[in-house]
Nanobody, 116 residues
Framework: QVQLVESGGGLVQPGGSLRLSCAASGFTFSSYVMYWYRQAPGKGRELVAFITATGTSTTYADSVKGRFTISRDNAKNTVYLQMNTLKPEDTAVYLC?????????WGQGTQVTVSS
């Protein structure tokens, strides 16, 4: 059974940091590109960052470049999103996704709220 379980969300003040984790099981994690998306209330789903299967290449949305870092540990079947210098506009549900060819798996998401 495929599972992606996000954790690490919460309420943080502007300028603060959070580290999200996404633990995977039920598929060959090390073969999949891993993505972080986010969805704010009333908005569409936005791609935040992704990392290749081996972890050698990463890509970021312009809105988070220089503030967020995606990484993965294939031994632990986990992908991370380190979020620094958070802004109120980063408030959203953050979801991880695993993709390989036509296969795509989603987690349930974790809420991140940036507010004073």
């Amino acid at each position: 059974q495929v599972q992606l379980v996000e954790s690490g969300g919460g309420l943080v003040q502007p300028g603060g940091s959070l580290r999200l984790s996404c633990a995977a099981s039920g598929f060959t994690f090390s073969s999949y590109v891993m993505y972080w998306y986010r969805q704010a209330p009333g908005k569409g789903r936005e791609l935040v960052a992704f990392i290749t299967a081996t972890g050698t290449s990463t890509t970021y949305a312009d809105s988070v470049k220089g503030r967020f870092t995606i990484s993965r540990d294939n031994a632990k079947n986990t992908v991370y999103l380190q979020m620094n210098t958070l802004k109120p506009e980063d408030t959203a549900v953050y979801l991880c996704n695993a993709g390989l060819n036509f296969r795509s798996y989603w987690g349930q998401g974790t809420q991140v709220t940036v507010s004073s």
